[in-house]
């Protein structure tokens, strides 16, 4: 049982050089740190509250959230690799801003696919009434 513990207390949490590799920005500090986090952390929907911002929210994951978003910063992580970090951990729901590809991408195709097939339609429609009511 005590080997059991033990071997508990060296596991450790995966670090974001595990999900998107080493640093490539560069560390900041004071205030520039604490504009970069919030403009980060604008980009992060909080999983907890619907449709707002990590920035913004003011629930516990978020707070949360907000200083893992800012402990990468000062470690110096550029802001893509930090979207990564919360993509992979949290899936893209997290992003405000979703990516287009996948799903997202025929969400925004679709419709405007089915717009242009019914304008083409109806214009076919009346064109062949025009010539029916003509003769």
């Given amino acids: 049982m005590i080997l059991l513990l033990l071997a508990l207390l060296q596991v450790r949490a995966p670090d974001a050089e595990q999900f998107v590799g080493a640093p490539h920005g560069v560390a900041l500090q004071g205030a520039a ?11 992060l929907r909080c999983p907890v509250c619907q449709g707002m911002s990590v920035a913004d929210s003011p629930s516990t994951v978020a707070l949360d959230m907000k200083a893992q978003v800012r402990e990468l910063l000062a470690r110096g992580y550029a802001e893509e690799q930090i979207l ?8 893209e729901f997290v992003l405000l801003k979703p990516k287009f590809r996948g799903v997202n991408a025929l969400v925004w195709v679709l419709p405007l696919l089915a717009l242009v ?6 214009s076919m429609k009346l064109r062949k009434l025009e010539l029916v009511d003509g003769d």
Avoid: P
């Fill in 117 to 122: 097939i019914g304008v083409v339609l109806v």
């Fill in 33 to 43: 740190l604490d504009r970069r986090t919030m403009e980060i952390a604008s980009l």
């Fill in 84 to 91: 990564s970090y919360f993509e992979r951990s949290y899936g």
